[in-house]
């Protein structure tokens, strides 16, 4: 599980550890592919960002732990295999969020 905050670098909360991960996943591999559902409250959720290796053969290395949803922006949360690794040819779902870090008037209209 990738979410991807508008322009901003991917955050992971579920995936299969590397030998060289200093972090472990938010929800164990193991544990999310046997979930009928996520609940990712807001005010806690957390996420490795990701930093994509440019060079050839050497894997992405994660970041420590922080909170996903920190500011308003439009979240995408792609669930699928080899996410972490750019693969062109993976297979995923997506679906898209629209986080607030500020009190939706009850007057403004629901965006759809």
């Known amino acids: ?12 909360v579920s ?39 440019m060079k050839k053969n050497k894997p992405d290395a994660l970041k420590p732990p922080e909170l996903i949803f920190s500011k308003s922006n439009d979240y995408a949360i792609l669930i699928g295999n080899n996410l972490r690794y750019g693969d062109d040819s993976a297979l995923f779902s997506t679906c898209n969020v629209e986080y607030s870090d500020r009190v939706r008037p009850k007057s403004a209209p629901w965006r759809k």
């Open 1 to 12: 599980m990738l979410i991807l905050p508008g322009l901003g670098e991917p955050t992971i």
């Open 15 to 53: 995936f299969t550890p590397l030998p060289g991960d200093k972090f472990a996943p938010m929800i164990p591999q193991e544990k999310f592919a046997t979930l009928k559902h996520v609940d990712l409250l807001t005010t806690e959720a957390k996420g490795s960002p990701l930093i994509p290796n």
